[in-house]
Antibody
């Protein structure tokens, strides 16, 4: 089963840019839809973004739309989250997750958040 | 945007007793194919979240059968038939009909 390791977190000033990475252990990474989910200190989970297996489709939470960019390099088995114009409210642990798949007999499929990394911490503070 | 509301937010339970968590969505999660696009996740202390239930009632691989999911449309329930100490953590429902949205979380603790 794929294993995920996030990196790139740290302390950054408001308005700056930070790029997170999520390295996958399996070569089948290219077949997985991928997600980013975050958790502010002491708070609940917040879904952030999703990217299709080939990178052609991307969707974002309203709270990050226009500021964050999700991308992937299937040749490097790596998922990215470029976070621009960072705000203090972006302070959180950021998790990447694979999308597991249930195939409907009638066609189509359902995706659930299957394998999660351990997360990387981002602190936005002056 | 679909809003997910869980109750209760805190749930103290005696080991061996049942537990129930409610999740309501601001719009129906019943897709045209008859499936409900709702998951349940558990985040144990100090750990990443893990999938418990998908499509409203399908137990994920390796999840004990004391966990069950039910409901349809806008009202869903996660039930634990007999709570064990290892079930401590925060439980989240999540809709998957339109991108994704989590509920606020329900913290289960042992009495």
């Amino acid at each position: 089963q794929v294993q995920l390791v996030e990196s790139g977190g740290g302390v950054v000033q408001p308005g700056r840019t930070l790029i997170l990475s999520c390295a996958a252990s399996e070569f089948t990474f290219r077949t997985y839809v991928m997600h980013w989910v975050r958790q502010a200190p002491g708070k609940g989970l917040e879904w952030v973004a999703i990217i299709s297996h080939d990178g052609t489709n991307r969707y974002y939470a309203d709270s990050v739309k226009g500021r964050f960019i999700i991308s992937r390099d299937n040749g490097k088995n790596t998922l990215y989250l470029q976070m621009n114009s960072l705000r203090p409210e972006d302070t959180a642990v950021y998790y990447c997750a694979t999308e597991g798949r249930y195939d409907f007999s009638s066609g189509g499929y359902y995706g659930f958040l299957d394998v999660w990394g351990k997360g990387t911490t981002v602190t936005v503070s002056s | 945007d679909i809003v997910m509301t869980q109750s209760p937010l805190s749930l103290p339970v005696t080991p061996g007793e049942p537990a129930s968590i409610s999740c309501r969505s601001s719009q129906s999660l019943l897709y045209s194919n008859g499936y409900n696009f709702l998951d349940w996740y558990l985040q144990k202390p100090g750990q990443s979240p893990q999938l418990l239930i998908y499509l409203g009632s399908y137990r994920a691989s390796g999840v004990p059968d004391r966990f069950s999911g039910s409901g349809s449309g806008t009202d869903f329930t996660l039930k634990i038939s007999r709570v064990e100490a290892e079930d401590v953590g925060v439980y989240y429902c999540m809709q998957a009909l339109e991108t994704r949205t989590f509920g606020q979380g329900t913290r289960l603790e042992i009495k």
